[in-house]
């Protein structure tokens, strides 16, 4: 499997399904496909109120 990356180091391609997670102080948490448009990040076509930290 592929390693992870930051989002403050690189993107996704705009528009491609991606493994995501949040990883920070507080632990691993939300982990689940995401698909970015501009700013956003969505879940089918529903987006989530949050940026994940890490992407795959």
Known sequence: MRPW??????????GR?????IDDADGER?????KRRGN???AGDMYVYYTPTHWR
């Open 40 to 42: 956003l990040w969505w």
């Open 30 to 34: 939300n982990v689940q496909r995401l």
């Open 5 to 14: 990356t930051r989002t403050t180091d690189h993107l996704p391609p705009e």
């Open 17 to 21: 399904e991606v493994d995501t997670k």
